[in-house]
């Protein structure tokens, strides 16, 4: 009796023996697949990551590269009966970050409507209007509170001038094609003026 005893352990044990190594391998069978899936996750996840990183940089960079313009003002000719220049005065978008007004495009519809670079141009000129650390010397706007006149030459610019009651739009265009646009309307009188709001 006592030998059939030990065959039926040994067999017992047998049994537990491959159960054992039955489940140690359905266990390194599952981290496998968990690791394999793991990865995957990963690189799908930095995918939308890498992807969401992008669009919020050139969200970031039309911020940066908009201006905004608080004042706009016509310069009269000296007949007194056009407005051969306008002056926009500008500041950084709101939150924004840094923005070199010499790579800006000026583009207006006035007259057969002309395109001029301000950082090259002869009908464009800038002047500081507000700036503490002097980084408009080089045409930087780098601080919510500086301001900028940028002072267009239409009648050089277009070859004519706004008259009385005339309108027409005035566009700022940044490199990466974010664009600032102004309507100017001319009073329906110039009579004695020197300048004008429009």
């Known amino acids: ?62 911020v940066i590269a908009r201006a905004e313009v608080v004042g706009t003002t016509g310069h009269v000719n000296t007949t007194g009966e056009t407005v051969e220049a306008v002056t926009l005065v500008v500041k950084r978008a709101e939150g924004g970050g840094n923005m070199d007004l010499g790579d800006v495009v000026v583009g207006t519809t006035i007259g057969s409507g002309a395109n001029a670079p301000v950082g090259t141009s002869t009908q464009v000129s800038l002047t500081a209007l507000a700036d503490d650390d002097d980084s408009l010397a080089r045409g930087i706007l780098n601080d919510d509170n500086d301001r900028a006149a940028l002072r267009i030459d239409i009648a050089a610019l277009t070859g004519v001038e706004l008259q009385p009651s005339e309108s027409g739009t005035i566009r700022l265009l940044s490199p990466d094609g974010a664009t600032t646009t102004v309507r100017v309307s001319v009073p329906s009188s110039l009579t004695g003026k020197t300048t004008v709001p429009l």
């Open 1 to 62: 009796m006592i030998e059939p005893n030990r065959h039926r352990e040994r067999a017992a044990t047998e049994r537990r023996a491959q159960s054992s190594v039955g489940s140690i391998i359905l266990l390194i069978a599952a981290l496998l697949i968990a690791a394999a899936t793991a990865g995957v996750l990963f690189e799908v996840v930095g995918g939308f990551q890498s992807d969401a990183a992008t669009a919020s940089d050139k969200s970031a960079d039309r």
